[in-house]
């Protein structure tokens, strides 16, 4: 009888974590299709995604019996979608041709931070989420938070609202983009240039270049690939200034290393120099991954939105948003002078 128990436990144990995992990606499918919808597909799976999440958490609450599963995909899966975004990032083409807007870039990600850090402190804003923000603005979106977040040590609904903030306000100025393109005094070049370099997500820069044609688009996504790039070192600096600040804590050792950031450099070297050099890399597979990694990151956002209250939307995100929405639209037009 003990016996038959014992076996029955594992069984049981595997019933929160199949479907607290099942659960995340349904909402995810959710958001997929909500994302269809006239008007709600310029906002993009991922923030549709994070919306229903936040809403169920409000109407029915966390769902406690299945918490095991959404932990895993809030943070395993998460992980795992950061490694498999290395392979967007081509090295040898940013390293090749664009060390001078790399040179820019690194210019736009330290102003991002410090003008989002700046203004959040003179408005007394959540600040976690004004440095989420900030990264987020001034690298790319919803993935550098993802992985700055754990190095910060950010709480999930801080990490949550931070995604759904950058998401949601990267498509608006996106969209302010496609709307200005007509009466702007810039290049097709140059628009690109300047979409690569001061939008938030690489889908934005895609969807507002488009509109300048394929040099505009070339361009924009190679200014937004110096940013992906610059990442890396981005991470290793906030490990350099967490551990300097827990110095005098005794709190050091517990700064793990981000070991998915390991994961995200091999894979972007494996997409720069082996897939379609050493081991053919068909559009069909490149747009295979590319779905999957949109999927895992979507599902991981699930996870982290049902951590979310409206009561921390109001008591959090109000400040945190102002701040980002005036670096955004300085860094909007920074960018537009110096470029």
Partial sequence: MEKQ???????????????????????????FWLAKVPGLNIVGQLACAIIIAIIF??????????????????????????????????IAVVLQDGLG??????????????????IAKRLKANPTISLLLGVGTGVCGAAAIAAVAPIIKSKDEDTAISVGIIALVGTVFAIAYTLLR??????????????????????QVILAADVGGEDAL???????????????????????????KS???????KIEFPWFLIGFIIMSVIGSYVLGHAIPYPEEVKSFVTSVTSWLLTAAMVG???????GDLKTKALKPLIAMLITSLALSILVFFII
């Avoid at 820019?104 to 991002?112: E, L, N």
Wanted: glycine fraction near 10%; proline fraction near 5%.
């Fill in 247 to 253: 110095a005098g804590d005794n709190t050091a050792a």
């Fill in 182 to 203: 007509p009466i702007l005094p810039l290049t097709d070049v140059e628009f690109g240039i300047w979409s690569g370099m001061s939008l938030h997500e690489i889908a």
């Fill in 57 to 90: 958490r409000q109407f029915f609450g966390y769902p406690e019996a299945i918490r095991p599963g959404i932990a895993f995909s809030s943070k395993r899966l998460l992980r795992a979608a950061i490694i498999l975004y290395g392979l967007k990032l081509n």
């Fill in 218 to 244: 070339a361009i924009g996504l190679l200014a937004k690939l110096g940013r992906v790039f610059l990442l890396i070192p981005l991470c290793f600096v906030f490990m350099y200034w967490m551990k300097r």
């Fill in 101 to 118: 807007l790399l040179a820019k870039d690194v210019g736009v990600i330290i102003f991002a931070i410090l003008v989002t850090v700046w």
């Fill in 304 to 310: 982290l939105g049902l951590n979310v209250s409206l």
């Fill in 5 to 31: 128990l014992e076996r029955k436990k594992p069984q049981s144990a595997g019933i929160p974590m199949a479907g607290g995992i099942a659960f995340t990606f349904l909402i995810a499918f959710l958001g």
